[in-house]
């Protein structure tokens, strides 16, 4: 492509740059998809128009998304037609890097993964296999309290000796103010909600950029 000035307009005419983004790539998305009820089918056609879609485990077209389909197939889960595709269910979910062939593993329990939708063919050290939360095996030195129950003999009292429990674990009591940030019905770090997108088609953009943009050498000099 001519990128200088041409018979039609004496101006640096601008250098067009094919970007892609494969099929298969996932992001979060700050964006709403479902909250507003009267939007919803909106905002996800506005995605799809742009190639994305939501990592919710809902069943597509294999034809509409052909591209997607190819790649994944029923690795998520198995259909209920045959005309369509069950997409990646990221919900709630934390996504961890497949452990593969690194030695050593830092996940010892890959073969044990399960599919992570119901069919589905995503299982093992494998793209789309599922992992229950769990504890890693570990114990705490303990000591059980003691006590002597005393008594009086002959004028001598007996005494009372008690030792109270101790433990190297965090102890965190019901009702005191922090108990509510100790325990609970799961096991989490600090998060932040977001919607995961998935790509489905292969829309390639083409990103315009101008002659006459100043560019920087490594070390921070104009170019001329």
Known sequence: ??????LLSPFPQPQVVPISVPVGTVVPYAGPVSEDPDKKSLRRKKLAHQGWLLCDGSEVSK?????????????YGKPSSAASFVLPDYRGAFLRGVSGDRNPALDPAASQRTASGSGGTGTGNAVGSFQTA????????????TAVSGFQAG???AVIS???????????EQGS????????????????????????????????????????????????
């Open 134 to 145: 769990q504890f890693q095996e570990h114990e705490h030195q303990y000591t059980p309290s």
């Open 155 to 157: 004028g001598v009292n």
């Open 177 to 224: 103010a922090d108990s509510t940030a100790c325990y609970g019905p799961e096991t989490r770090p600090v998060n932040v909600y977001v919607n995961y997108l998935i790509k489905g088609v292969d829309h390639q953009l083409r990103l315009a950029i101008p002659m006459d943009v100043p560019r920087l050498d490594p070390r921070g000099g104009l170019l001329r």
């Open 162 to 172: 008690t030792t109270q429990a101790t433990t190297t674990a965090v102890v965190c």
């Open 63 to 75: 034809t509409e998304w052909r591209e997607l389909y190819e790649l994944i197939q029923d690795t």
């Open 1 to 6: 492509m001519n990128s200088g000035p041409s």
